[in-house]
């Protein structure tokens, strides 16, 4: 993270913890073991993409926020979880 000094230690521990995440998952789309297939293929980079969006969602639920962000967050939390529950299911039933 660049050092921005005029930002608070709260400011600055969201977003310690923001790069933390968006590292884990970028790693994980891009460390993911690949196939022929791009189904395959897409789902295996998809999940730490979709959990990643769940780990930033709730990091920033840890903050005060606006309140009208709550819901947003809310519902990228179980969408993104539901996702995630979807790809591992198709991934190991039919073996993309």
Do not use: W
Request: hydrophobic fraction near 40%; glycine fraction near 6%; include cysteine.
């Amino acid at each position: 993270m660049n050092c921005k000094c005029g930002l608070s230690n709260v400011a600055k521990d969201y977003l310690n913890t923001f790069y933390s995440i968006l590292n884990t998952m970028i790693d994980g789309m891009t460390s993911a073991e690949l196939s022929d297939s791009i189904s395959h293929n897409f789902i295996v980079q998809m999940i730490p993409h979709h959990k990643g969006a769940i780990a930033l969602s709730q990091n920033t639920l840890c903050y005060d926020i606006c309140p009208e962000l709550v819901p947003i967050l809310d519902a990228i939390i179980t969408s993104q979880e539901k996702g995630v529950k979807q790809m591992e299911r198709l991934l190991h039933s039919i073996g993309c």
